[in-house]
């Protein structure tokens, strides 16, 4: 199939586009959710290695808790180096899902089927046209290189 809007209908008068459409959207939303687990990994781990963090700074002898206090806080921010690139991976599959619906429908003409997002001037081209996308994304970008550096 190309990649441009095929107007002839199909299946009950639905035009063929839309059956492309929704797969786009579908695979959209299944790397938003591959996303959004990811991103949930180094909040839970540091959340995890907060209370034994804790424990240890608590402690009457620091010498005696200074080894395993820094090994808990070498392990919170390798858990977030690891994390990093399976996110940025997420976040260039997702530009890349995004930008097939949106050149699909700028040879549509009915607004019909296309979002607010899909009629941003110059997003059928970006996503950094995008500006509510990019600051809905900027946590998972953000969080894994906060806990590396306040680790």
């Known amino acids: 199939m190309a990649d441009g809007p095929d107007e002839?209908?199909?299946d009950g008068g639905t035009p063929p586009y839309l059956d492309r459409l929704h797969f786009y959207r579908d695979e959209v939303k299944h790397e938003f959710n591959l996303l959004a687990m990811r991103s949930n990994i180094p909040v839970t781990c540091q959340s995890f290695?907060?209370?034994p963090f804790a424990i240890l700074n608590t402690a009457t002898v620091f010498r005696a808790v200074a080894v395993p206090a820094a090994f808990v806080a070498l392990l919170g921010m390798y858990t977030a180096w690891v994390i990093q690139e399976p996110i940025l991976v997420a976040h260039r599959l997702i530009a890349e899902w995004l930008l097939k619906p949106r050149k699909l429908l700028k040879g549509v003409e009915s607004d019909d089927c296309k979002t607010a997002r899909d009629k941003i001037e110059g997003a059928a081209l970006d996503t950094t046209h995008d500006e509510g996308h990019e600051r809905?994304?900027?946590f998972s970008k953000q969080a894994p290189i906060a806990f590396l550096v306040f680790g």
């Open 8 to 10: 002839r209908p199909h």
């Open 136 to 138: 809905s994304m900027a």
């Open 49 to 51: 290695l907060v209370v």
